[in-house]
């Protein structure tokens, strides 16, 4: 039996957020006032579509959109880490659930080099049209009030781990490796035995923290939570449980 890594991608594969570090390709590295301020709370897709589209009406290039995407950093260990999962397929599925988008998150992987460890990408579908505008759509629709409209990572991993099962592929153990508050949701899917990593200081940490404080036992959670600094924290709890199953 398999091992299972998920990851979210903004503030835990790269360390910055994909979606904000695409402004630096404009010629003064900043959205007017009117568009910064169009943002809806749970609408930040529709948000990104509307800055595409200012970036595309200021005549910037999909080659340097690219240009400008493909040099945030990524977090520290993290490409050590994906390295080390591409060496270990046979072990090892690796899948990335995301609220960013494809063609962010393709062009960062493949400049890196890492994209042989990823088996799927989960996010916003993304497109140039005919003028060059990058065009950005919600991945799905769903029924979850605690997630943004545009993604509820459980559902996601819900269906991923069901269509696994019915092609023969159950895990042994899953890790999942996030920051963000809409990390929260996935961690209800994981078993008792299966591990959540939350990125140290981030918003999943804390709200972890109080879930685990919950002493009436009403916590949807039971993983064991072990937070992470660099990826090689990742990297060693990974390759110890390998060891161990």
Not at 10 to 26: A, E, F, K
Not at 37 to 65: A, C, H, L
Not at 98 to 109: A, E, G, M, R, V
Not at 206 to 212: G, P, V, Y
Request: glycine content about 6%.
């Amino acid at each position: 039996m398999k091992t299972l890594v998920v990851f979210d991608f903004d503030h835990t594969v790269v360390d910055d957020n994909s979606d904000t570090w695409v402004i630096r390709c404009l010629p003064d590295q900043a959205l007017p006032d009117s568009l910064r301020n169009s943002y809806r709370k749970g609408y930040w897709t529709e948000f990104m579509g509307r800055v595409m589209n200012y970036i595309g009406d200021q005549e910037v290039s999909p080659d340097s959109v690219r240009s400008v995407m493909e040099t945030i950093p990524f977090t520290a260990g993290m490409t050590e880490l994906l390295s080390f999962i591409s060496e270990h397929k046979s072990a090892v599925d690796c899948i990335v659930i995301s609220d960013s988008n494809t063609i962010f998150i393709d062009w960062i992987l493949h400049a890196a080099g890492v994209q042989s460890a990823i088996d799927r990408v989960f996010t916003n579908p993304a497109e140039f049209d005919e003028r060059g505008r990058m065009e950005v759509r919600c991945y799905h629709s769903h029924d979850c009030a605690r997630c943004p409209v545009n993604l509820c990572k459980k559902t996601v991993l819900e269906v991923y781990l069901s269509e696994q099962s019915q092609g023969g592929v159950e895990y042994q153990r899953m890790f999942y490796v996030g920051d963000g508050g809409n990390d929260l949701c996935p961690t209800s899917c994981l078993r008792g035995h299966d591990v959540v990593m939350p990125r140290k200081g981030y918003t999943l940490e804390k709200l972890l923290a109080k879930l685990e404080g919950q002493e009436d036992k009403t916590s949807s959670l039971r993983a064991r939570v072990i937070a992470w600094s660099s990826g090689s924290e990742i990297l060693e709890e990974l390759k110890a449980s390998m060891q161990s199953s």
